[in-house]
């Protein structure tokens, strides 16, 4: 069974920031390219990042390029997101998901606030 596990958020300043980390097991990590998605409060779902399999290929939406990087360890079975120069619009739940699975953690919540 897919497994993801994120982990990482919490509540931060405006400026400042946090690296979030998603644990995977139950198929071939290296396999896949793997997508944060966040969602928040009140609003639906958010693409933010992909980065494909070998990790040499990223991609990030407008609200969050040139803010945050997407990296992966493969030998790990592990993604991260380092979010730099939080804005309180990045105030959401964030997911990892591998593409083309049906899989979700349970998502960790980030807070940027005064």
């Known amino acids: 069974e897919v497994q993801l596990v994120e982990s990482g958020g919490g509540l931060v300043q405006p400026g400042g920031s946090l690296r979030l980390s998603c644990a995977a097991s139950g198929f071939t990590f290296s396999s896949y390219a793997m997508s944060w998605v966040r969602q928040a409060p009140g609003k639906g779902l958010e693409w933010v990042s992909v980065i494909n399999s070998g990790g040499g290929t990223t991609s990030y939406a407008d609200s969050v390029k040139g803010r945050f990087t997407i990296s992966r360890d493969n030998a790990k079975n592990t993604l991260y997101l380092q979010m730099n120069s939080l804005k309180p619009e990045d105030t959401a739940v964030y997911y990892c998901?591998?593409?083309?699975?049906?899989?979700w953690g349970q998502g960790t919540l980030v807070t940027v606030s005064s």
């Open positions: 998901a591998p593409a083309g699975l049906d899989a």
